[in-house]
């Protein structure tokens, strides 16, 4: 299960992201925005990062117009791990050696072809572990420093 979450300025990538899910079955929660009204951001971060560190989704999908402010929304949420990428082996990489949990995406940035393969690619690669757990948990002990 898959959050999935924009504000206005993400809301159409949303909507493409949306219709893949549909087409090949991938199970989500919208938690909106749900139409191009001006929406803060912060807010659809903290529904889908919620779903996230509560168990109900297995990832999140952010998108806005760059990506950046999702991904400083979602990081402040303890046990989240956010990446905002451009391109496939950030994708890629952010799950095999950070154990990513929320994608972040720009609507403004990149189309819809290019951010479809960095959603297919992102949900698809498994986190690799061994040396790369002792430093996730480190990233995920920062959460507990003021
Ligand atoms: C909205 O205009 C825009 O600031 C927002 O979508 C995002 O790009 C923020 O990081």
Known sequence: MIALGSDHAGFPLKEEIRAYFDKTGVEYRDVGAYNTDSVDYPLQA????????????????????????????ANKVKGIRAAVCTDYFSAKFTRLHNDANVLCLGARVIGGGAALELVRVFLETPFEGGRHQRRVDLVNALDKTE
Request: aromatic content about 0%; hydrophobic content about 40%; proline content about 0%.
């Open 46 to 73: 903290k529904k889908a990062c919620d779903l996230v560190v509560s168990g109900e989704c297995d990832k999140a999908i952010l998108c806005c117009g760059t990506g950046v402010g999702m991904s400083m929304a």
